[in-house]
């Protein structure tokens, strides 16, 4: 039960707050936190919905997007990829895009979050108040709990795509991928990225599947779906078969990857 | 704490308890139009306000986040003291404001949309409503309110077509007219249920079983009952010894009473164990988990196979009695009865043997099925089966009870206010006139609240503490402890001749009842009473065979057990066509009903009692099936640009009854008031479905007068006279049928009594609009004969009273298309086209009947391609969100949905109207299944049909 909302009006003033109370929370939009499903107790919680992090601007060839930014101001920037836009969109609901933040989304929901793997495939940093850049998988790994200003991702020649597998529109996602790769100049697919999610509580990088990916120029299914069938992690669960997770998995894969190598084409 | 904030252009500070929900605390400050329908997870949308102008959910969110904000709620957009706001008055109009319960949340969503976007593409009103869940009419009528609505913010008078007219002679019947309770839904007035509650209210909880079947060994709520603020603890050693079914039917129920307000033994996860009733909800809580027990784990059974098997575990090993009818080895049978199992008290015989798990069983037949099939050319047996669906409305069980006097007051959400009044008082043991029952706005019912499910327990809670007490179900307990469609397993056989002439047809149909028999019997009866009378032979038999079990309990649900059915003769026919190598549509006009056809199948499928044959007086199948033939272009391949995605279309007939004819009656009167103007007294339930807009135009045509002038109050047991209630599509045949009589017993009183005022005969008058009775030599308006009649010189008070009865049968019917399209790769369906062509009769509210279809067919198409109730192998059920049940939203609308009122007049309905909603539940199951095969190749007998079932099929995967 949350017993204490502070609401602080700079940077400063929400770090010198967490540093007097360490058991304190940071709170952005509250979709999760509020959520019923939320499992995690929260007792002091730091609002940041008054420290201006809500920006979107390109600097240094970085698109820096601010930790309070909503995943419908994702949705409606023009100064955000495509791709971060569909993963936004993995959120069926507009009422919640509208409440759910990127630094949110990463402090709070890994499990359904589709984002998560987006901004990993994208090689994103996330900049902290501590002024520390950190790469994101770090962050993740690092279970910091330092204030999340920014998240930051590179323009390269890089190509990512996501792809979700569920049923309806707004039913649980089952299954959900992002693929980012680079071509060569003879068109082989190099330092691909795949993260998943539905594989365990939280995304995880399938590094069989990318080596699968790596210095080839086209990609046989049949190969992915041993690969998957292999993993232990995909199991048949009330909501579908082993087969059929291996068997999907395998084809959004390579269609996530056939997309990176036509953005890039 | 203290918040600072914006409430709808007014500044206002408000303390907070820093935890306190902002749904929870806007709905504590007035704000009732911010709803709760899914327990704050953002789903359903009813909790929709403005947060700096942006739509959010308030459910999301704690009180402390609006401090330095702006908050605007439905209550902005107009009051009851300022005209309707554009998109409300456009809403309306369009037809999509049924049930309600979150129409104010529509309001918003539409209304920012169009401030932000004054004219918005059709993909961006489908990303404005994506935070909407609306099971009652589904989302194809949005797209009109949006278009009316814009034209309205331009000249608020504009107007459009939304819906097809009917019947020229007729001045409101058949023409789209604003519907009576619209402006209070939309506006978010009180309404429903959880805007009766007083504060200081005691709040019931329940505590449900772990087990899906187990003893209750010890229970000790000693620690419940001694924490400050707990009024009662109810268990089963302390309610009436009393037995019931929830099935909200007509007496002597075909349902046995296989209930006890608590039992010793619970029969599925989820089933009563204790109730606790307290000043606050937290309190309840708190108790709930202060009482101890003890189980003694039983085996369950959850399928049919292991329900029927021989030695499997008994789900009520009780003793069974009869009132009539018991059989002759029921002592015998009697003698390994558990004390611990209760009683089961069955009214009349059903074909049950509980001791066998069997709840209810019937055979029938016509002519000579085996001999139907030797002479067949070609014989087709295939086994299908349907999964468990739930019923979903936005607003869940609710209940208020209170003490009036020595009297109790429900008010309830329900579709029998009557027979909620029966069964409480059976249950809790006093008199009916002890009762009184309050049907409020029902924000969804579909079926589930035809049943008795939280009414007995928080009534006896209210007589035993004479205080107010609430008890409203959880999202998750509505999956858990409502009822939902039964799954079955149906086998369909079919003879034909070589050109597809039917020589015989059986159906073997054998239903999972779930833990309790309400509805066993006649949901799975209905599915072959209103499946294979679609269709002609001189030799038809069907079995019916019911079974106990210990899964999510059953009951009713829109389309009762045509759904299922319809799904099995479809896909039948379709691989009998097949089969035969005759197109399926020939096969169909060769074998179907049409006008004129008696149906003597009925003989055998009477409700509980003997049937009889019917002779069909009206039917739109021809005009239905040449039509949406013409629609969907059939016959003619579609091809996608992408090789891996297959197109395919499919079609069904359907059918259904208006009504249970010998069995239903609906009452009502209608009075002349002191003006002139005129209120009803419908003892009818409206579900939101417009019923009371169809008594208020079906009198003012008969007394050629201004709807305006005319007020309906319905479904008070206390104001209104008695009706059935709303089930079985019976709404606008009695319901309506009883105000059309009552109202025409009102004219000749007016009639007779302006011929005494102007002294000509009765025959020389006529009614002139608006409220005016004209003679050849004087005339007399309806104010004058009000004040007439309304002296102590008069007869009194002019008065219609009448009932509604009928013992022949109207069945609307129907044919419904569909075209999908279905990627091979990845087994994902999508809907292209889906077209519902329905006969209604007169169709009274030709727009909100189409509304009812849009949302049926939603329904159905989520049954098909996504909803499911999933459980573990213990019992639990998995699924107890919309989020993982899979209900549909406005992304899964099929891309081109169109509904079309085929019109017919029939003798017996008022104004020549039949039932429209129910029947179009049962058209999308096998027109996808068949159009999936139409376009792979593969017969998907399974419901739902996911993306995993298609790629076995195509042996993709194994």
Known sequence: MIRSYKQPQTIEEAVALKKEQPDADYFAGGTCINHADCTQTYT???????????????????????????????????????VVKDAARAIYSRNVRNMATIGGNLASCWTHSAMIPALTALKSVIELSTKEDLPIEEFLDS??????????????????????????????????????????????????IVIATGFAEVPVRLSEIETLLTKRKEHSVFEFDLAFRAMKELSTDEHSSKAYKTYISARTVVACAEQCKEVLA | MKVNFTLNDVPRTEAVSVNENLQEMLQRIGMISVRDSDNHRGFVGSDTILFDGVPV??????????????????????????????????????????????????????????????DPSKAEIKEALSSLYNRATGYEQFFTAVELAKKRIIDEKATMKVSDEFRDDLKYVGKAHRKVDGAKLVRGDRAFVEDMVLPGSYILKMLHS???????????????????????????????????????????????????????????????????????????????????????????????????????????????????????????????????????????????????????????????????????????????????????PCETHIVYTKMDGDRLVIHASTQVP????????????????????????????????????????????????????????????????????????????????????????????????????????????????????????????????????????????????APKANFALHMAIAELSEKLGIDMLEVVEKNRVDEGDTLEILRCLGEGREGTPATIKSCGLAASVSEGAKMIEWGKKEESSDIDIKIGKGMALIQ????????????????????????????????????????????????????????????????????????????????????????????????????????????????????????????????????????????????????????????????????????????????????????????????????????????????????????????????????????PLIGDIPEDFKVKLVETTDPYGPFGSKSVSEIAMNGAAPAIANAIHDALGIWIRELPITPEKILRALGKIK
């Open chain 1, 44 to 82: 002091h919680v730091i609002s940041l919905d008054k420290l201006g992090l809500d920006s979107i601007e390109i600097v240094d060839g970085v698109v820096r997007i601010g930790s309070m930014t909503t995943f419908q101001n994702l949705v409606d920037s023009p100064l955000i990829m495509p």
């Open chain 1, 143 to 192: 279970q910091s709990e330092a204030l999340i200003t920014a998240v930051k991702i590179p323009l390269s020649n890089r190509a990512c795509s996501v792809k979700r597998v569920r049923r309806s529109s707004g039913s649980k996602t089952l299954l959900s991928f992002a693929v980012s790769l680079e071509l060569s100049e003879d068109g082989m697919c190099i330092d691909p």
């Open chain 2, 57 to 118: 959910n308030a459910g999301l969110m704690i009180a402390a986040q609006i401090n330095g904000h702006s908050i605007t709620t439905a209550e902005a957009l107009s009051t009851i003291e300022r005209p309707l706001s554009p998109v409300q008055s456009a809403m309306i109009d369009a037809g999509v404001v049924q049930s309600g319960y979150n129409a104010p949340a529509a309001a918003l969503l539409i209304t920012e949309l169009l401030a932000r976007k004054a």
């Open chain 2, 210 to 392: 772990p087990h899906a079947s187990a003893y209750i060994m010890n229970i000790d709520t000693t620690e419940a009952e001694a924490l400050p603020g707990v009024r009662l603890v109810l268990t089963y050693k302390n309610v009436p010894d009393n037995y019931y079914t929830p099935a909200g039917q007509g007496f002597p129920e075909p349902s046995p009473w296989d209930r006890r307000m608590f039992s010793q033994k619970v029969n599925h996860v989820g089933d009563r164990v204790a109730a606790v009733v307290a000043d606050t909800e937290a309190i309840a809580l708190t108790a709930l988990e202060r009482i101890k027990v003890e189980y003694e784990v039983l085996k369950p059974v959850f399928t049919i196979e292991e329900a029927e098997a021989e030695g499997s575990p008994i789900v009520h090993n009780s003793v069974v009695s009869y009132v009539v009818g018991a059989p002759d080895d029921l002592e015998e049978k009697n003698k390994n009865a558990d004390p611990r199992d209760g009683r089961i008290e069955i009214q009349f015989p059903i074909g049950a043997d509980p001791h066998a798990n069997k709840a209810a069983s019937v055979s029938g037949s016509i002519g000579d099925v085996e001999k139907g099939f030797a002479e067949a050319d070609t014989v087709i047996e295939r086994t299908y089966e349907t999964a468990q669906f739930q019923c979903t």
């Open chain 2, 418 to 561: 009557f027979f909620v009044r029966r069964i409480v008082s059976k249950i809790i043991g006093i008199d009916e006139n002890k009762i009184r029952v309050i049907k409020e706005r029902v924000g969804g019912g579909y079926g589930s609240k035809q049943e008795v499910l939280l009414e007995d327990v928080c009534a006896y809670a209210t007589w035993i503490t004479k205080k107010p007490v609430l008890f409203h179900f959880t999202r998750e307990e509505e999956y858990t402890n409502s009822v939902s469609r039964f799954p079955m397993k149906i086998t369909v056989k079919i003879g034909a001749k070589k050109d597809g002439t039917f020589t015989a047809m059986y159906m073997d149909l054998k239903a999972n009842n779930g833990p309790y028999g309400n509805h066993c019997l006649t949901v799975p009866m209905n599915g072959c009473s209103k499946s294979l009378p679609l269709y002609l032979s001189d030799n038809i038999a069907f079995d019916v065979n019911v079974f106990y079990s210990n899964i999510m309990p059953t009951g009713a649900y829109q389309g009762y057990g």
């Open chain 2, 656 to 887: 259904q009854g208006s009504g249970l004819p010998g069995l239903d009656i609906s009452n009502a009167d209608v009075k002349m008031l002191n003006d002139g103007s005129v209120i009803i007294h419908s003892g009818g339930a409206d579900l939101g479905t417009g019923l009371d807009t169809i008594s208020v135009k079906m009198t003012a045509e008969i007394l050629n007068m201004d709807p305006e002038r005319i007020t309906i109050l319905s479904g008070d047991t206390d104001q209104t006279p008695f009706d059935t209630g709303a089930f079985a599509s019976s709404g606008t045949f009695f319901s309506g049928g009883a105000v059309n009589n009552a109202a025409e017993e009102l004219k000749k009183k007016i009639l007779k009594t302006a011929s005494e005022m102007i002294g000509e005969p009765v025959e020389d008058l006529n009614l002139q609009f608006p409220e005016k009775v004209n003679g050849l030599k004087g005339s007399v308006t309806f104010r004058e004969i009000a004040q007439a009649t309304h002296g102590g010189e008069s007869e009194g008070q002019l008065i219609g009273s009448a009932s509604f009865t009928c013992d022949d049968a109207s069945f609307p019917y129907g044919a419904h298309f569909a075209q999908v399209a279905v990627d091979r790769r990845t087994g994902e369906v999508k809907v292209q086209k889906y077209y519902a062509l329905q006969d209604c009769g007169t169709p009274i509210n030709p727009e909100l009947a189409e509304g009812q279809i849009y949302g049926a067919v939603m329904k159905s198409i989520g049954h098909t391609l996504y909803e499911e109730v999933k459980l573990s192998p213990e019992g639990k059920n998995l699924t107890t969100d919309l989020e993982s049940y899979g209900a």
